[in-house]
Structures are given as C-alpha cells and as structure tokens.
C-alpha cells in the first residue's frame, strides 16, 4: 500500500481493523496503572531513537515506544526528535555532506547545520546515531556509531517482532514534529502516517496514540478517523503565552497557557482524548528549585474528560527537581532520585507518563 497519499480504502480500513479483535498492552487492558511511555525509546541507555534504544525500552517493562517523526527529502518518515541532524547523528563529520550546512529557522528555532529534509533516505542511511547529551549520558555515548537512523516502517515491524516474541503487546505513540513546516515544503506527515498505520496488521490492531503540539492536524485526524478502539489522539502543550506552531503560521492567538485553562481544555476534549502538558506545568518549581504546590491542571484535565499523560521525566540530577538530587554532582545518574520524583507526581492520578528511562518508571508504578 503506497503511503504518499491516504486513500479513502486506508481509512475504512484502519477502522474495520479496529473495530475488531484488539491487543491492548497489560496496563491498558487492566487499566489498573498508569502507562510507562519509552520517551525516544530508552534515551537514558541508548542513543534515541535507535533500534538499540527501542529494543532496551521494551525490555525494560515500557507499555509503549515513541517515534519521533520528521521526513525526509523523498517523503519518507524517519525517527528523529527534529528535522536538525547534527546533535544525534554524525552528519558533520561527513565530508560529502559539507555541501549541504545551511542556517534555518524552524518553529521560532534557529539552527545551522544539517536538515533532514535535504536528504533523502538512502543518503540518510549512510549516517549513524550518536548520544545528544555524551556528558550526561557517557554509557549511551558508547554506542555512537553503530546504528542506523530508522523509518517508520521499520520501527513498526521492529515492535511487531518484539511484540511475538515477548508474548505482550507494546503500542506506539508516535510524534508529528514540525507538521506545518514540512506541509509547506510539500511534505506533509499525516497522510503518510495513518497511511503506514493501515498498511500494518500490527499498528491495525495495536493501541496507537497520536501526538503533537499543533492543533490543526490533530482536529483534521479526528474528523477523518472518528473514534477508534485502538487509536488515541494525544494534545501536546507547552507552556506560557506561546502559540502552537500552526496558529501562529496562521495568524491565530491562541496559546498553550488558554489551552490549560477549564475552558480550553473542554475545547481540547472536543478533538483529541489525551492532554499532555510538561511535569512542570502539573507540580511547579518554587525559587530554591524545589517543587510547589500542585497546580489545579490536574483535576480540570479530568473534569474535561481528558487523559492526563504528562512529560517527560529523566534520571539524572540536572533534571530533578531540588527535593531528590543526591550530592553526586549535575551529570550524575539518580536512580532513587527519578523514581521518588515520579512517584511525587503519580499521585496526582497521572494516567500515562514520558520517562527517558522505563525501566525505571517501571519502579515508580509499582510503588
């Protein structure tokens, strides 16, 4: 089934499948604990968005494994967290590729360097993944060099695999990056996307939630798939007086802080069943880099009918919060740290979380 445009068979058919026998991971089937969400895959062992990483999230007891999605020149989609390559792949160390540097704005960021879009997959191919953080994260930094960026066809029979092999179901939540950039350069991601979806017995029957921080792809989405068992639209946010990228390039004004209130989360309801705001945004930061009082997002979340699914949560101590740094200094891995910080926001009913490091989120659920 091609993937460049979604015709009106894939979509009938990506529902029919979901109508029908499902395969839900345990938590979601149970419903009896929060979903453990592999943030880029294990990104705190593994460079992100590896096979490596996805591998090491699976087995580490994650219910789901996100991919990223960008695409590349000839319109394929790839794992990666943005369209800028240079911090987690060794493009710039490729002499064929000096040609190709550039300076670009993309969604108010500015990078100069390499963009996935330039390439083409079997150009992209040629690259290999390398650690983002190395001086935090040393032991991933290890794998630099040995893996390849992957498509999403490749992540979904990859999970598939993984899938059969264990005897448990692991969904995907795959990103939309950049959606109104790559539409206007002729490349737009939903399409692609659900199409993909369609084409895999795994991903017609498996638990997919869909995210992003723009608004418009995921209203389009909702209008063309309806409701589905197996299907979830998820709202990113960020925070503050910032508008999401597709009401911006539009001339709109609405901004993540209208989203958060009682009133722009019933307005969220309307198209999409998951919320998903920074931890941040949930329990705040006093001055002394301690966390506040809860915020009241929580609850209007639920009010609103939403799922409460937050990000993202990393181990090591120049993420935590004061209250659960050790003395081990900034780069250093928290292990008891990360999993009393979840554990401070679980109870505020979280029904999913991002967590760089599944294995331990794993530990936080289990109390």
Known sequence: MSTRHL????????????????????????????????????????????LAAYAKAIADGADFIEPDLVSTKDGVLVARHEAFLA????????????????????DGDTHEGWFVEDFTLAE?????AIERIPESRPGSARYDGQFQV?????????????????????????????????????????????????????????????QSFEVANLRMLREKLGKRVNLRLMQLVGVGPVRPSDVAAAGGSLTYAEMCTPAGLRAIAQYADVFSPPTRALIPLKKDGRLDAPT?????????????????????????????????????????????????????????FFTDDPALGVKAVAG
Request: glycine residues 8%; charged residues 25%; without cysteine.
């Open 124 to 128: 992209l191919k040629t690259l290999r």
């Open 150 to 210: 992957v498509t999403l066809e490749e992540v979904i029979d990859f999970v598939a695999a993984q899938s059969a092999t264990i005897g448990r179901v692991i969904g995907l939540v795959p990103e939309l990056k950049h959606s109104t950039y790559f539409a206007s350069l002729g490349l737009p991601l939903e399409e692609r996307l659900v199409a993909t979806l369609a084409a895999h017995e795994y991903t017609r029957r498996a638990p997919v939630e869909i």
């Open 7 to 50: 015709s009106r068979r894939g979509f009938i058919a990506l529902g029919a499948a979901a109508a029908g026998t499902l395969l839900l991971p345990r938590a979601q089937a149970a419903a009896a604990r929060p979903l453990v969400f592999a943030h880029r895959g294990a990104s705190a062992l593994r460079p992100e968005h590896t």
């Open 296 to 352: 009241a997002l929580a609850g209007d979340a639920r009010a609103a009918g939403l799922r409460l699914e937050t990000w993202t949560f990393r181990p090591e101590n120049r993420f935590l919060a004061a209250d659960f740094r050790d003395g081990a200094g900034e780069h250093a891995r928290n292990e008891a740290g990360s999993i009393a910080e979840m554990r401070r926001y679980l109870a505020l009913g979280l029904d999913g």
């Open 87 to 106: 911090e987690t792949t060794d493009v710039a160390g490729r002499s064929e590729f000096a040609g190709r540097r550039v300076r670009k704005t993309i």
